[in-house]
């Protein structure tokens, strides 16, 4: 009984940033790990990053570290997606994710899901 509300996606060049914001609401505390995860038209959802809700650890995919940093204010049940030197491939519907477990990469071990916010990136 998680809600959340994904923000902050839009239009941008490449080699341009964005952040994404994803508020929680309801039964917050019972939250192990959020996460981020993309979907392009006509592809497979992917993993993007994920945090630990309580003590911060990160794990990333391989196609984003270097650019993407996941944080996290506990105080505001907000989870964050900076996303730095944007490209095209880029390019998706991004959705938040939240789980009561400990959890990584796998799309299959998240119990709650936000709508989802566009992000564009051209070329």
């Known amino acids: 009984q998680v809600q959340l509300e994904e923000s902050g996606g839009g239009l941008v060049q490449a080699g341009g940033s964005l952040r994404l914001s994803c508020a929680a609401s309801?039964?917050?505390?019972?939250?192990?790990?959020m996460g981020w995860f993309r979907q392009a038209l006509g592809k497979e959802r992917e993993f993007v990053a994920a945090?630990?809700?309580?003590?911060?650890?990160?794990y990333y995919a391989d196609s984003v570290k270097g650019r993407f940093t996941i944080s996290r204010d506990n105080a505001k049940n907000t989870v964050y997606l900076q996303m730095n030197s944007l490209k095209p491939e880029d390019t998706a519907i991004y959705y938040c994710?939240?789980?009561?477990?400990?959890?990584?990469?796998?799309?299959?071990?998240?119990?709650?899901w936000g709508q989802g916010t566009q992000v564009t990136v051209s070329s």
């Open positions: 945090i630990s809700w309580r003590n911060g650890l990160t």
């Open positions: 309801g039964r917050t505390f019972s939250t192990y790990t």
């Open positions: 994710a939240a789980t009561r477990f400990q959890s990584g990469n796998n799309v299959k071990e998240y119990e709650y």
